[in-house]
RNA sequence: GGGCGAGUGGCGGAAUGGUAGACGCGCUAGACUCAAAAUCUGGUAUUCGCAAGGAUGUGGGGGUUCGAGUCCCCCCUUGCCCACCA
């Protein structure tokens, strides 16, 4: 018998197919259906790639290998991320020029992919630095600038004094530079925008259609962040122009008590007068010269100045003092607020540290107007526990705990009467303590130790009859006057259920208990209007809609969409990057390079390192800088920035299509043929790369360039294999583990990658076990063997009940695999494989194993389903069987439902839910056949007893459930 | 602080509301061997029992259901993303 050899056969097909040209894919070839699937490119930054970038890569090779074998024309692209910070801080790193320590790093890139058996059509390969590539990049960016949507605008960016550059806003992390980790600041500089802002809503819309993993589509529709609400003008007295400010909360603008600039609002200066104009500019200056980063360091403490100038409220007249305050984010909304400090924490802070008015506009209660509650405490949706207290001889209500931290007091009170009449009395002065603490209004001390003995006497399982039982003790008591005390004071715990326990509040008795929080709590959510005029009494929601329509109707405000989105900013003072093709005229201003003067080739300079200052080394390249105009012919300078890297992944899933195409960027009747992407995956970029891509193929949809407006039809984002010791892998720990290492080792690339895929489902982060390879090994070793015994063995004679039960299984796991791959459920598809295999062991073991029908369609079927996982020894072992032709096109097995069908199952017989006993019967057999039978067992008769069962669940095939 | 997930043996994990722990790792006993490795066979949640079988068990507390790891509510822990976004 052949033994298995994994290095062996690896190197031979892997040469077979490159050879044949397997995986290479003719665009024109519309004979099968198309699949076109991909895993999003790999940065080129010399390590290499680790087992957890190995694992995201195969995910993709699966699907199309799959489909591939299940008669598709499936395309499964390969290129690099050539371009960006990554890759010149790589050359810096190891001191040569980009290009250099790029294309070296590469070999390596290409080696370990390789020999990992991916499937790729490596003769479409695309690099996004080669000038056949960016010289379409470049004509997208005219696309853009022609079509309004590239400008250019003066932009505070982020910018490391110790590396003396600008940073991309992901490069920075938690405030610190990613390289030195230095913290960063900002700097003013004219810079390149692309407008995604104006895709923004269309987005947001068609986010949820899309067959994306929820959480990015999340990620996603967070990022895009937008908020409806209304923007609102306020007079400033004495001065003819207006303030306008955002809100997603019309409704409290007869609370807002002052107005909020940001210290970068151009009315600012303006406002102050001889008094505070030194503090304002002060105040001003300190703030530009803060960081971003300072600002939120700073744990939140408010500041700001008075401008010394005051608005009026549009809907009653109240002069509001306008102040300055860095706490107003100038990027977002109009960089101005009506502040509300009664209901929103951030001006309830500053208007507390400033002693400005606080004026309460919302009563948080919860009453259902169309529909109050007739005798029921409702106002907490929920099936839990208020602990409050009342004095009948005042009516006055407090509260102890509410809202969130209600169940804290059921807790507290379970622990007291599960525990002991001790830890009772803690548990309830917990409570009392926690009250305080929330600033709880105890109006009338309570006889505490009562009610918690009470509940610690009656030890039970359920709190609703403790509460029951409680109520109706301490209503009886009451009535007999034993409770109540000298003080006449009558004290109640009153459990409220919504369903269960009706209590006896009043809705009027429910406002008076929200009175009393209010006076301590800040109410930030919605309610009913108070101290608002002809709108009191109104819901929160209805009153938005009211007073938005009347200051539309008075021509001072009216409703506005906005989005923490912001445009996207391409310009990097970098080399290593596609120059931006912009040509400055001093009479025409930025003019794009003409289409046929296209690409502009990055110049090789020496010196590509960053010096700081304000530009990129390009600045200093005169004969590149310095042209003419396109327009006028007048001495002109080049754009000296390059683009983000982004913008150069941004699209090379088209250019997949059209690799060599020098007239265009693709052809748009391939991409109609063959876009969208059906398939991609990833492990990062969840927000900033596929946000970029959605924006960049609207914009082509429009342009009629390509034939759907989303990208990627379905899109899987995997998660992270960790490091053994569960941190992330990264070649900064020095944790990462070279795949092309565990190949070397003698267990070769089907093993990795078969226990790539077992390792977990690609949703979850799992931890590198380095036994698992060799688990993985030995199953493919099983097979092998399998294999191997069937291949040298002569014909077999089996009985037809053998027979039967090889072909159920082969039919089995071929359905299986085939519905969890197309579900994504790798590592379930693989447990199952081995199932079957340790099934054929031991029929095997039993019957023996040859030339035979059964055997026959076992052993192929299970190689064909394999193959996508372990692409070498299937190929090879296909080949043992006589095969002259590749398993990987073509070859799927079909499974036979009637095998899948079983004449006896195994009905569950369980007695009050719980598992009695199990009984082997035809599938064919009557609700009251199995009802005799199952009453007829013994176990079962010793749990049903003289009883008469009071039900009987029948689910026929699975399970029968006696009540008694 | 906000949003979205997750919590099941020693470990990775499996389970259309219907037999919890498939499959693999590890551990363990045995077979083969002079021996070891490799391979093969059996065992492996806790607990009571000689056994048959019973009881308990999916982070904690409640609920819905004939039946809950799965659905609902609250709490705890943890991961990721965003974060002074009005």
Same mark, same amino acid.
């Given at each position: 018998m052949k033994r298995?050899?994994?290095t062996?056969i690896e190197k031979?097909w ?6 044949n040209n397997?995986?290479?894919?003719d665009?024109?070839d ?11 490119l790999p940065?080129i930054t010399?390590a ?11 995910f993709s090779?699966?699907k199309?290998?799959?489909?591939r ?7 499964h692209p ?8 990554p890759v010149?801080n790589?050359a810096?790193?190891?001191g040569k020029?980009?290009r ?11 080696r370990?992919?390789k ?8 003769s479409?390969?695309?690099s996004?630095?080669d ?9 997208i ?6 079509h ?6 003066q932009?505070?960016q ?9 940073l ?6 938690g405030?610190?530079?990613?390289r030195c ?6 700097k003013?500089?004219?810079?390149w925008?692309?407008k995604?802002?104006?895709y923004?809503d ?13 959480m990015v ?13 209304a923007?609102?003008e306020f007079?400033?007295?004495g ?5 306008t400010?955002?809100?997603t909360?019309p409704d409290?603008?007869f609370?807002?008590?002052f ?5 970068e609002?151009?009315l600012?200066?303006n406002l ?6 030194q503090?304002?500019?002060?105040y ?6 803060k960081?971003?980063?300072?600002r939120?360091?700073e744990n939140?403490?408010k500041?700001g ?6 608005a ?5 007249g109240?002069k509001?003092?306008i102040w300055?305050?860095?706490?107003v984010?100038?990027?977002y909304?109009t960089?101005a607020?009506m502040a509300?400090p009664?209901?929103d ?6 208007a ?6 606080i004026?309460?506009?919302i ?9 109050p ?11 839990t526990?208020v602990v409050?207290?009342m004095?009948?001889s005042?009516g006055?209500?407090a ?5 969130g931290t209600?169940?804290g007091?059921?807790t507290?009170?379970m622990g007291?009467?599960?525990?002991s ?10 409570i ?9 209004k ?8 009562t009610?918690?003995?009470y ?8 709190r609703?009859a403790?509460?029951r %039982?409680?109520?109706?003790? !301490?209503d009886? =008591?009451?009535? /007999? $006057? *034993?409770i109540?005390?000298a003080e006449?004071?009558i004290?109640k715990l009153?459990w409220?259920?919504?369903k269960?326990?009706a209590t006896h509040?009043?809705p009027?008795?429910?406002k008076l ?7 301590n709590?800040?109410i ?6 108070i101290?608002?005029?002809t709108?009191?009494g109104m819901q929160?929601?209805? %009153?938005?809609?009211q007073? !938005?329509?009347w =200051?539309?109707? /008075? $021509? *001072?405000g009216?409703?506005?969409t ?6 996207w900013?391409?310009s990097?003072?970098r080399?290593w990057g ?7 005229c001093?009479d025409?201003?930025?003019v794009?390079v003409p289409d ?6 990055l110049?090789d300079v ?7 200052g304000?530009?990129? %080394?390009?600045?200093?390249?005169a ?6 105009c396109p327009l006028?012919?007048?001495p ?5 920035d390059t683009?983000d890297g982004y913008?150069?992944s941004?699209?090379?899933f088209?250019?997949y299509?059209d690799?060599f195409?020098d007239?265009?960027?693709?052809d ?8 969208p ?5 990833g492990a990062?970029?969840a927000v ?5 891509s959605?924006?960049?193929m609207?914009?082509?949809?429009k342009?009629?360039?390509?034939s ?10 995997n998660a992270y294999?960790l490091?053994?010791?569960g ?9 990462t583990?070279?795949?092309l290492?565990?190949?070397d080792s003698?267990?070769?690339a089907d093993?990795l990658r ?5 390792i977990?489902p690609y949703d979850l ?5 380095t036994?698992g ?5 030995r199953f493919l ?10 291949i ?6 089996l009985d037809?009940?053998v027979?039967?039960?090889?072909t159920?299984?082969a039919?089995r796991i071929t359905?299986?695999v085939?519905e ?11 447990s199952?494989?081995?199932e079957?295999v340790?099934?054929y ?7 023996g ?6 055997w026959?369609?076992?052993i192929e079927s299970?190689l064909?389903?394999l ?5 070498h020894?299937t ?10 032709d590749?398993?990987h096109?073509d070859?799927?097995?079909k499974w036979?439902?009637k ?16 598992l009695?006993a199990?009984l082997?019967v035809?599938k064919n ?8 039978l199952?009453l007829?067992n013994?176990?079962v ?8 069962p009071t ?7 699975r399970l029968l459930n006696?009540?008694?």
């Amino acid at each position: 018998m052949k033994r298995y050899n994994p290095t062996e056969i690896e190197k031979k097909w892997q040469q077979v197919w490159e050879e044949n040209n397997t995986y290479k894919v003719d665009f024109s070839d519309h004979s099968k259906p198309k699949y076109y699937a991909m895993s999003m490119l790999p940065g080129i930054t010399g390590a290499g790639i680790h087992t957890g970038h190995g694992r995201t890569f195969q995910f993709s090779d699966i699907k199309v290998r799959a489909k591939r074998q299940q008669g598709y024309n499936a395309y499964h692209p390969i290129g690099w991320d050539s371009f960006g910070l990554p890759v010149e801080n790589y050359a810096i790193k190891i001191g040569k020029k980009p290009r250099i320590a790029h294309d070296e790093a590469l070999v390596n890139f290409k080696r370990q992919l390789k020999r990992l058996g991916y499937s790729y059509d490596w003769s479409k390969e695309v690099s996004t630095a080669d000038p056949e590539y960016y010289k379409w990049t470049q004509w997208i960016f005219n696309q853009l600038f022609a079509h309004g949507l590239a400008y250019q605008k003066q932009s505070p960016q982020w910018w490391c004094e110790t590396d003396q550059t600008v940073l991309a806003n992901e490069q920075v992390e938690g405030g610190k530079c990613w390289r030195c980790g230095n913290q960063v600041t900002k700097k003013n500089l004219k810079q390149w925008f692309f407008k995604i802002t104006e895709y923004a809503d269309e987005m947001l819309e068609a986010t949820d259609d899309l067959d994306w993993t929820e959480m990015v589509k999340t990620m996603q529709k967070n990022w895009i962040g937008r908020s409806v609400g209304a923007e609102v003008e306020f007079k400033i007295i004495g001065r003819d122009d207006l303030i306008t400010v955002f809100t997603t909360r019309p409704d409290t603008l007869f609370g807002a008590t002052f107005i909020a600039l940001a210290p970068e609002h151009e009315l600012v200066k303006n406002l102050a007068n001889d008094k505070t104009r030194q503090a304002v500019d002060d105040y001003v200056l300190q703030s530009a010269r803060k960081s971003e980063i300072e600002r939120m360091n700073e744990n939140r403490e408010k500041t700001g100045v008075f401008t010394g100038s005051y608005a009026i409220n549009p809907v009653n007249g109240e002069k509001l003092p306008i102040w300055v305050a860095d706490y107003v984010l100038a990027g977002y909304g109009t960089g101005a607020i009506m502040a509300v400090p009664a209901h929103d924490e951030r001006d309830n802070a500053f208007a507390k540290k400033f002693d400005i008015a606080i004026k309460q506009v919302i009563m948080p209660c919860e009453i259902d107007q169309n529909n109050p509650p007739q005798d029921g405490f409702d106002m907490v949706e929920r099936d839990t526990v208020v602990v409050h207290l009342m004095d009948k001889s005042t009516g006055q209500f407090a509260l102890l705990d509410w809202h969130g931290t209600l169940d804290g007091v059921s807790t507290a009170i379970m622990g007291g009467i599960e525990d002991s009449q001790t830890s009772a009395e803690a548990a309830l002065n917990e409570i009392k303590e926690e009250a305080a603490l929330g600033g709880v209004k105890i109006v009338k001390e309570l006889d505490w130790t009562t009610a918690a003995l009470y509940c610690a006497s009656h030890k039970s399982q359920n709190r609703k009859a403790i509460a029951r %039982a409680f109520l109706a003790e !301490v209503d009886n =008591l009451d009535n /007999q $006057g *034993t409770i109540s005390d000298a003080e006449s004071k009558i004290h109640k715990l009153i459990w409220v259920d919504k369903k269960d326990v009706a209590t006896h509040l009043t809705p009027a008795h429910q406002k008076l208990v929200w009175q009393l929080l209010n006076e301590n709590s800040l109410i930030s959510g919605e309610g009913e209007l108070i101290n608002s005029g002809t709108f009191d009494g109104m819901q929160s929601s209805e %009153a938005r809609e009211q007073i !938005v329509d009347w =200051l539309e109707q /008075q $021509g *001072t405000g009216h409703i506005k969409t906005t989005y923490k989105m912001r445009d996207w900013l391409i310009s990097r003072q970098r080399y290593w990057g596609a120059p931006i093709p912009i040509i400055h005229c001093p009479d025409h201003g930025a003019v794009p390079v003409p289409d046929n003067q296209l690409p502009v080739i990055l110049p090789d300079v020496d010196d590509f390192k960053p010096k700081g200052g304000e530009t990129s %080394a390009l600045a200093s390249v005169a004969d590149w800088v310095n042209v003419e105009c396109p327009l006028c012919g007048k001495p002109s300078k080049r754009e000296t920035d390059t683009m983000d890297g982004y913008a150069c992944s941004s699209w090379y899933f088209l250019r997949y299509l059209d690799p060599f195409n020098d007239k265009q960027a693709w052809d748009p009747e391939v991409e109609k043929h063959w876009g969208p992407v059906d398939f991609y995956n990833g492990a990062d970029h969840a927000v900033a790369h596929l946000l970029y891509s959605r924006f960049w193929m609207r914009f082509f949809y429009k342009l009629g360039l390509v034939s759907t407006p989303e990208p990627f039809k379905r899109m899987m984002y995997n998660a992270y294999i960790l490091a053994p010791d569960g941190t992330k892998m990264s070649k900064s720990r020095g944790n990462t583990i070279d795949p092309l290492e565990i190949m070397d080792s003698g267990y070769g690339a089907d093993s990795l990658r078969v226990y790539e895929m077992f390792i977990a489902p690609y949703d979850l982060e799992a931890p590198w076990d380095t036994r698992g390879v060799p688990g993985a090994y030995r199953f493919l070793n099983r097979v092998w063997k399998l294999a191997q015994e069937y291949i040298e063995a002569g014909d077999l004679n089996l009985d037809d009940k053998v027979q039967t039960e090889i072909t159920v299984i082969a039919n089995r796991i071929t359905k299986k695999v085939t519905e969890d791959i197309l579900n994504d459920k790798f590592n379930t598809a693989i447990s199952s494989m081995m199932e079957a295999v340790n099934d054929y062991y031991k029929i095997k073991e039993k019957n023996g194993i040859g030339k035979s029908t059964a055997w026959s369609f076992a052993i192929e079927s299970l190689l064909q389903i394999l193959a996508p996982f372990a692409p070498h020894i299937t190929e090879e072992l296909w080949n043992q069987l006589g095969h002259s032709d590749t398993v990987h096109i073509d070859h799927w097995p079909k499974w036979d439902d009637k095998y899948l069908q079983n004449d006896t199952v195994t009905i569950v017989i369980q007695v009050n839910g719980k598992l009695r006993a199990k009984l082997d019967v035809s599938k064919n057999i009557s609700q009251i056949e199995i009802e005799q039978l199952a009453l007829d067992n013994d176990n079962v008769k010793t749990f049903v007893g003289d009883k008469k069962p009071t039900k009987i669940i029948y689910v026929p095939g699975r399970l029968l459930n006696i009540v008694v």
